[in-house]
């Protein structure tokens, strides 16, 4: 790998090298493979399919290697989930790379406290869904079904820092060949900092001396090498989240500068569900649900415009 100065190479190869090993990296490989195959062959003849890796959730932090407490990043997942139901809707397989425990495709409306109130037993050998919840269980079951039969769904769960960079990484490398008709969508709340491997402690930490003094690294911003090494020619959509939305187009803004992504979703955390602005070199669109459609949510109208716009660029990639 050749260095280009300012990308922290350094930084990154000593991440990776310092990192726990995944410890089912071999599957994980396996299934990516697998599914990228049967999305080449089921294409056949016709047009390329559309892949895309969504991420989603947050990711933590370990204290301690044989971990009690971490440090978490917030995000409940629901952008990521809603966004795969859209881009599966639009015809693209997606990579779904979630933090486990965080909201899924097809789930979102499903009651989740408590779920177990879906269902009832008449008897000892049946299991029935109440009356009340029929019609959303029947199509979660159904959709999330036909999404795995068709190949447009893979799921793949992280926890930590570590996890989630390693399957980032692996993903990006098995996409390489499908070049621009890949597209990046990272909607998961990344860690900024985080404590080395090497320099973790093994067990739980003591609570019986005082407080508690840790120094946090600075985790090497992964947005640069994806665009330059890991996926050059990929579609990539990075997002931004503040909590004071004064700043949050002129870091959105930067940070398109910066990692030159193709556009950059900004939203503030109090209003990410009502409303997000698309940041990109050829102006700023701000996206909303739409108001007369009382079920509208913001991703469908968000994922329509990212779908339009990898479009153009997969026409002006081949001229
Ligand atoms: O899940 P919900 O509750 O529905 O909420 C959705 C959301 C608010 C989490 C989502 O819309 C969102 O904004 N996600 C990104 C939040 C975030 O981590 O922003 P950031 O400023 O820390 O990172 C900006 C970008 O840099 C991200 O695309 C991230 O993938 C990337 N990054 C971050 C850290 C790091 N070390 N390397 C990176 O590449």
Redesign the pocket.
């Given at each position: 790998m050749s260095c280009i100065s300012g990308l922290g190479e350094d930084e990154v190869n000593s991440f990776f090298e310092s990192s726990p090993p995944l410890k089912n990296m071999e599957e994980i490989v396996q299934k990516l493979n697998a599914f990228i195959h049967l999305l080449n062959s089921s294409a056949g003849g016709r047009r390329r399919r559309r892949i895309v890796c969504v991420?989603?959730?947050?990711t933590t932090v370990p204290l301690e290697q044989r971990c009690v407490r971490y440090i978490d990043?917030?995000?409940?997942?629901?952008?990521?989930?809603?966004s795969t139901e859209n881009f599966v809707k639009a015809g693209y397989a997606v990579i779904f790379l979630f933090r486990r425990g965080?909201?899924q495709p097809y789930s979102r409306s499903l009651p989740d406290d408590p779920f177990l109130d879906c269902f009832q037993f008449p008897d000892n050998t049946n299991i029935q869904v109440n009356a009340s919840h029929v019609e959303a269980v029947k199509m979660a079951v159904m959709d999330q079904q036909a999404a795995v039969a068709e190949a447009r769904l893979l799921k793949l769960p992280f926890t930590t820092?570590y996890e989630y960079?390693q399957m980032l990484r692996l993903i990006a490398t098995a996409l390489k060949d499908v070049g621009p008709c890949s597209m990046f969508y990272?909607?998961?709340?990344?860690?900024?900092f985080y404590v080395p491997w090497k320099s973790m402690t093994e067990h739980k930490i003591e609570s019986g001396s005082g407080p508690l003094d840790i120094r946090l690294a600075?985790?090497?911003?992964?947005?640069?090498?994806?665009r330059t090494y890991w996926a050059p020619k990929a579609f990539c959509?990075?997002?931004?989240?503040?909590t004071d939305s004064k700043i949050l187009i002129e870091?959105a803004t930067k940070?398109l500068r910066k990692?030159k992504?193709h556009a950059?979703?900004?939203?503030e955390?109090s209003t990410?569900?009502e409303e997000?602005v698309v940041v990109s070199s050829s102006g700023n669109v701000v996206v909303r649900c739409d108001s007369e459609k009382p079920e509208s949510i913001v991703e469908d109208n968000l994922i329509r415009l990212i779908v339009d716009r990898h479009s153009t660029y997969i026409k002006e990639f081949s001229t």
């Open positions: 991420t989603s959730g947050g990043n917030f995000s409940s997942g629901n952008r990521g989930a809603a965080t909201c820092i960079l990272l909607a998961a709340a990344v860690s900024d600075q985790v090497p911003k992964m947005l640069s090498f994806l959509i990075s997002f931004k989240l503040e870091k940070a990692y992504v950059v979703v900004a939203n955390l990410r569900k997000v």
